[in-house]
């Protein structure tokens, strides 16, 4: 008995590819978008493509967010009321789009994502994740109404960006192990599409690893599909349930314990060995991902991460805390068996 309706929300164009930036204005033609854009970026992407961008906009307005917060929404919100945009265009990396997702939320405009870094599948999805003290906020938003990732800006990126990317996609392995088991122990609402689609992603992401090389345009294009495709996993279960399980939640409580040491992609790479451990025990699959995470450049170990052992244990032992999630570190692991997962996993 189908009781609910499902409201599928995607983008309409992915343009992905070689100087595509400079497609971007024939690509915001074909959604029928009328006003001005207001162009949402941070200091580097601004250098590094926001006149590219600007050159194909009659009067187009910019606004350069310098960090990810409620107060930059806020101002961000208030500008745009000045501006009148008819619609949003967020450059850069997850600091901006995070920004312009929400608040074109706030504003009832649509956004258009042009990624300078493939750093997480924030880029592409519909949520974004604001900090507010120490606590970390995921907020649900619409997604872009188009993709434009140029793959040359991408492959100039910092390496260490698109590794932590690669990294977040293999956390889909360990994410859907958790929403399988929440929906075998608490009935909650599974879809068979999602979770087949997220982990076909982190699979096709780990089968071509040995393409996924420093400054190679290929590699952009290998991870930027699979940050969309991981988008869509969540646009389809309409929650991060598909891309965000017990590893994201060690990640976030990193975050908070230990902030600013290390990208949210490299945190949920290392927290998905020692959840995978949890879940399959000695002969699980955690070696495989460790071998996949070290293989892409990412880091497998706290001191590769940059955290102290200590952070990592109690970012383990606190991490069931903070959302109301069924994964599998529900109930909390005590300090004795998270010292164990992480020394058995080599994190420590
Ligand atoms: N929505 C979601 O699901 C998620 C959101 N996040 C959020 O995303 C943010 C982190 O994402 P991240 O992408 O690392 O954030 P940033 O936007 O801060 O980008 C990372 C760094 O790269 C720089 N940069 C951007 N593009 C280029 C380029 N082409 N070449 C060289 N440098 C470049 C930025 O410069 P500059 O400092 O000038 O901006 C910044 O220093 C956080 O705010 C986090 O909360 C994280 C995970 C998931
Ligand atoms: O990072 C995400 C998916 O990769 C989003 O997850 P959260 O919903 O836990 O913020
Ligand atoms: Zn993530």
Partial sequence: MFEKSTWIKLPRNVLVGHGVVDDLGTAVGELYLTGRPLIVTSPTPNEIAGDRVRAQFEDPATAVVEDASFEAVEQLTATAEEVDPGYLIALGGGKPIDIAKMAADHLGVGFVSVPTVASHDGIVS???????????????ADPPLAVVADTELLAEAPWRLTTA?????????????????????????????????SEMTAELLVENADMIRPGLEESSWVVVKALVSSGVAMSIAGSSRPASGAEHLISHQLDRIAPGKALHGHQVGVASIMTEYLHSGENGEWAAIREALGELDAPTTAAELGVDDEELITALTSA????????????GINEEAAIEVATATGVI
Wanted: glycine share 8%.
């Fill in 126 to 140: 519909g949520r974004s994740s604001i900090p507010e003290g120490d606590t970390r906020h995921s907020v649900a």
């Fill in 165 to 197: 990317g690669c990294a977040d996609i293999i956390s889909n392995y360990t994410a859907v192990k958790d929403w399988r088991l929440a929906r075998r122990l608490r009935n909650v609402e599974y879809s068979e599409y999602a979770g087949a689609l």
């Fill in 320 to 331: 069931h805390e903070i959302r109301d999630r069924y994964t599998i570190l529900q109930g």
